[in-house]
Nanobody, 118 residues
Framework: QVQLVESGGGLLQSGGSLRLSCTASGSTFTTYDMNWYRQAPGQQRELVAGVNRFGSPNYADSVKGRATISRDNAKNSVYLQMDKLTPEDTAVYYC????????????WGQGTQVTVSS
């Protein structure tokens, strides 16, 4: 059974930084893409950043230049570092992994709240 456990987040100040961690268990994740999504109140869940199984990252325009996603396959973990936070970054952040081999499947973490005060 695949489980994703997120950590980090909390109440942060505008201009500050966050570092989120997600550790997966229950499978081998070298063939999975690993992602961070977020959902603000009243908004749809959106992709913040992703890193594919080859280690190539991609970022939403809203965080490009101030976010870094990384993965450690030996630890089955994915990390999100984000700087220059603004109140618009306030959301629940979700870890997501997606298997790239057949059959495709995706798993989600329980989410971690990030609140940025102005």
């Amino acid at each position: 059974q695949v489980q994703l456990v997120e950590s980090g987040g909390g109440l942060l100040q505008s201009g500050g930084s966050l570092r989120l961690s997600c550790t997966a268990s229950g499978s081998t994740f070298t063939t999975y893409d690993m992602n961070w999504y977020r959902q603000a109140p009243g908004q749809q869940r959106e992709l913040v950043a992703g890193v594919n199984r080859f280690g190539s990252p991609n970022y939403a325009d809203s965080v490009k230049g101030r976010a870094t996603i990384s993965r450690d396959n030996a630890k089955n973990s994915v990390y999100l570092q984000m700087d220059k936070l603004t109140p618009e970054d306030t959301a629940v952040y979700y870890c997501n992994v997606q298997r790239t081999t057949y059959p495709p499947v995706a798993y989600w973490g329980q989410g971690t709240q990030v609140t940025v005060s102005s």
